[in-house]
């Protein structure tokens, strides 16, 4: 073919791929995708992981504190994120987590989601400009706050959520894992198909918040307390970027212990005690009394409701 031709046939290319962009660009389509930005702010370095198709060129890594990390998703992707703590890897970068460990056995998790307890933050995002759907999800239990952002959307609720509560200091001591990292869910601690919403109770109709979930619910609000919680924990954005934030409000500590065994009875000691007490409705154990007598009811309620609704 004579080089004029050739000259001309790259140069026609270049023009129809420059209108085309600018005919994307006026129709307010975003050709790059959606920018994840990981921040962490929490007083110990974490280990976020993930989980989606197509995969953002990671499934794990290293995020030590006051430090951040961006990541580019395609339009249409779909999956979720979480923060393993307290890991241990050697050289080669062969070890595990306390909480969230993915089950890899490394730093990458290759697919593999994680192990509860996690606090999970869930996206769908949507194609030619149509709306993204994302939530913090509490339904597999809770291992650190975390609070998502979304930043330049065009429609949609487009609202910050998340649990920023430090949920492992008020977890109930039957929900609390060995050496206190995380607080489960209900239907991890004690399975039965009424907490996870199986079996005779998969349906909105039979499946309702239990006394735990209500608990996670009060602390959290716009965060999934169980897996009917729609209607006030999902939320739509289009267009936007978003930034996951770990440990947003405070650097809490990573053990829940940090209310000592053998510390003097606290105001907060109190309120767990009521709790617990109450969360046993729930499973059944309707003969244990309550650890305080009568005449504090009153005052011990209104302790709980403070450190629930604060």
């Not at 999970?120 to 239990?141: I, K, W």
Request: with cysteine; charged share 15%; hydrophobic share 35%.
């Amino acid at each position: 073919m004579p080089l004029f031709s050739l000259h001309y046939s790259h140069q026609h290319s270049s023009e129809i791929i420059f209108a085309f962009l600018t005919f994307l660009l006026f129709q307010g389509v975003s050709v790059s995708g959606t920018t994840f930005t990981f921040v962490n702010k929490c007083d110990y370095t974490v280990w976020p992981g993930a989980l989606g198709k197509p995969d953002l060129g990671t499934t794990g890594f290293q995020l030590s504190k006051a430090s951040s990390r961006t990541f580019q998703a395609p339009t249409a992707w779909s999956g979720r994120f979480w923060a393993r703590t307290d890991c241990k890897f050697d050289d080669s970068g062969r070890g595990s987590c306390a909480t969230a460990d993915c089950g890899s056995g490394g730093i990458d998790c290759g697919g593999a989601g994680a192990t509860p307890p996690a606090t999970l933050a869930e996206f769908t995002l949507g194609s030619a400009g149509a709306q993204d759907y994302y939530d913090v999800s509490l339904v597999d239990g809770y291992n650190l706050p975390m609070m998502v952002e979304a930043k330049g959307g065009s429609s949609g609720s487009c609202e910050t959520t998340g649990c920023v509560a430090d949920l492992n200091r008020r977890c109930p001591s039957e929900l609390r894992t060995e050496g206190g990292d995380a607080c489960k869910s209900a239907c991890d601690a004690f399975g039965k198909p009424e907490y996870c919403c199986n079996g005779a109770y998969g349906s909105p109709a039979t499946c309702k918040p239990s006394v735990y979930a209500q608990m996670f619910k009060s602390a959290c609000p716009k965060s999934y307390s169980y897996a009917y919680d729609d209607s006030t924990s999902t939320f739509t954005c289009a267009g936007a970027d978003y930034t996951i934030t770990f440990c947003p409000s405070s650097s809490p500590s990573l053990k829940s212990a940090s209310i000592g065994v053998d510390a003097a009875p606290s105001v907060e000691q109190a309120a767990m005690a009521t709790s617990s007490w109450i969360a046993n409705l729930a499973t059944g154990d309707s003969t244990r009394s309550l650890p305080f007598g009568s005449s504090h009811y009153s005052a011990i309620f209104l302790i709980l409701s403070f450190f629930l609704f604060n």
